[in-house]
């Protein structure tokens, strides 16, 4: 059990029988009354937002979820397919499970794995991966305004924006947190 003492940002909780991510929360010690926790939670089977306020002293559930590192095999009309590198144990995720994190997923990068009640639920991405534009519009001489962008298409499917100088064919390192461009790979 947690005690709301322990509460913080990014913390797995167990809440009405169900998986909650805090999101965001403050402890609060007003003048008269009882302290408390504000938090905003959520969950992570279905991406319910919750805001809750916790007494303070309130315990709440332990979730059994861990961690794996996994390798991402291949995606087919089933799902996209993981194994963990140690037992070669393999797991399957349907895209909609997976969310807006499927867009950075490629084939042979390493990723965490997170599995909640031996049943896996989501997938932590690393922070930047490096990906090849597969369309993108021309960049035309003389083009140089500042901070000029145009959209590109990506060989996951993500579409990024790219500065004008960026071409066609090239490798892209991209923050899976954010969707934004970082810079080019191999210049």
């Known amino acids: 059990m947690y005690d709301t003492n322990e509460f913080r940002k ?6 009405e029988n169900a998986l909650w ?11 008269k009354g009882v302290a408390f926790v504000k938090t905003r939670m959520k969950n992570m089977m279905d991406g319910r937002v919750l805001d809750t306020n916790f007494r303070a002293g309130d ?4 979730p059994d979820v861990r961690e794996v590192t996994m390798q991402v095999l291949y995606k087919d009309p089933e799902g996209w397919h993981f194994m963990e590198t140690i037992s070669f144990e393999q797991v399957i ?17 390493t990723v965490d794995v997170v599995l909640y009640n031996e ?3 989501g997938v932590d991405l690393p922070n930047f991966v490096e990906l090849k534009i ?3 519009e021309p ?5 140089t305004a500042t901070g000029s962008t145009k959209p590109a298409t990506l060989e996951t499917g993500a ?3 790219v500065p004008l100088f960026v071409e066609e064919g090239e490798v892209i390192k991209v923050d899976t947190r954010t969707g934004d461009y970082v810079s080019r790979v191999g210049r």
Not at 10 to 15: A, F, K, L
Not at 139 to 143: I, Q, T
């Open 59 to 62: 315990k709440v559930g332990r």
């Open 21 to 31: 991510q805090i999101v965001d929360c403050q402890h609060v010690k007003p003048g």
């Open 159 to 161: 579409i990024v924006k």
């Open 93 to 109: 995720m349907t895209e909609e499970s997976l969310g807006d994190t499927a867009q950075w997923l490629q084939e042979n990068i």
């Open 119 to 121: 049943r896996p639920i």
């Open 134 to 136: 597969t369309y993108c």
């Open 139 to 143: 960049g035309f001489r003389g083009d």
């Open 10 to 15: 990014g913390m797995r909780i167990e809440y």
